[in-house]
């Protein structure tokens, strides 16, 4: 490996996010897949959970997801009550997107997104799962005034996340790591293999 590439990797490392990730609840168009995949390097995500119960996960190909998908772990569950039980476990605030208003609806910018934040985002033609709904803390929309209702799934997770890390590096977390020194030393051996 070049000191140039390792340079690359270990401040990649230094960035990311410990506490922030994205549940994605059948997705099943790959190139969505692939475009949330990159959105989440971008922002520093390391982790995305999958829950796919009734749709396939489909196969990214690794042009489409230029990579990302070799840098972002893939966390797969087989239902939302599985998986929302480990990210409370873990102390995360569960925020559903949603298009409808319901008593625990926000907007994307009444959000804080500077602690332990999982964001779900569902399937392209049915949205996110009632259960999905119940079971999270928060239901948020992206704020929008054209006569569309939604944006594409994988605009509306870039959205997200730009918001967190707009949040996040006006606190400072991007300058300094959230993870102990034994979890970066793992991580930098971890991301140098790959």
Same mark, same amino acid.
């Given at each position: 490996?070049?000191?140039k590439?390792?340079?690359k990797?270990?401040?990649?490392?230094l =960035?990311?996010?410990? $506490?922030?990730?994205?549940?994605?609840? $059948?997705i099943?168009?790959?190139? $969505?897949?692939?475009?949330?995949?990159?959105?989440?390097?971008?922002?520093?995500?390391?982790?995305?959970?999958?829950i796919?119960?009734?749709? =396939?996960?489909? !196969?990214?190909? !690794?042009?489409?997801s230029?990579?990302?998908? !070799?840098?972002?772990?893939?966390?797969?569950?087989?239902s939302?009550?599985?998986c929302?039980?480990?990210?409370k476990?873990?102390?995360?605030?569960i925020?559903t997107?949603?298009?409808? $208003?319901?008593?625990k609806s926000r907007?994307?910018?009444?959000?804080?997104?500077?602690?332990?934040?999982?964001i779900v985002?569902g399937?392209?033609?049915?949205?996110?799962s =009632?259960?999905?709904?119940?079971?999270?803390?928060?239901?948020?929309?992206?704020?929008?005034?054209?006569?569309?209702?939604?944006?594409?799934?994988?605009v509306?997770?870039?959205?997200?996340?730009y918001e967190?890390?707009?949040?996040r590096s006006? !606190?400072?977390?991007?300058?300094?790591?959230q993870?102990?020194k =034994?979890?970066l030393?793992?991580?930098?051996?971890?991301?140098?293999?790959?």
């Amino acid at each position: 490996m070049t000191p140039k590439r390792f340079a690359k990797i270990s401040e990649v490392v230094l =960035k990311r996010q410990k $506490n922030l990730t994205l549940v994605l609840e $059948n997705i099943h168009d790959p190139h $969505n897949v692939s475009a949330i995949l990159r959105s989440a390097d971008a922002v520093g995500v390391g982790e995305v959970y999958l829950i796919y119960n009734t749709n =396939k996960f489909p !196969k990214i190909g !690794k042009f489409s997801s230029a990579s990302a998908k !070799k840098w972002v772990d893939l966390i797969r569950f087989k239902s939302v009550e599985n998986c929302f039980e480990e990210l409370k476990s873990m102390k995360y605030r569960i925020y559903t997107t949603y298009i409808e $208003n319901t008593d625990k609806s926000r907007t994307l910018f009444d959000l804080n997104l500077t602690g332990r934040t999982a964001i779900v985002l569902g399937n392209e033609h049915t949205g996110v799962s =009632k259960e999905a709904i119940e079971l999270s803390d928060v239901s948020f929309n992206v704020p929008m005034y054209g006569m569309v209702q939604s944006l594409n799934v994988s605009v509306t997770a870039a959205v997200c996340l730009y918001e967190a890390l707009r949040q996040r590096s006006g !606190k400072g977390m991007y300058e300094r790591s959230q993870f102990t020194k =034994k979890e970066l030393r793992e991580k930098l051996e971890d991301y140098s293999r790959r």
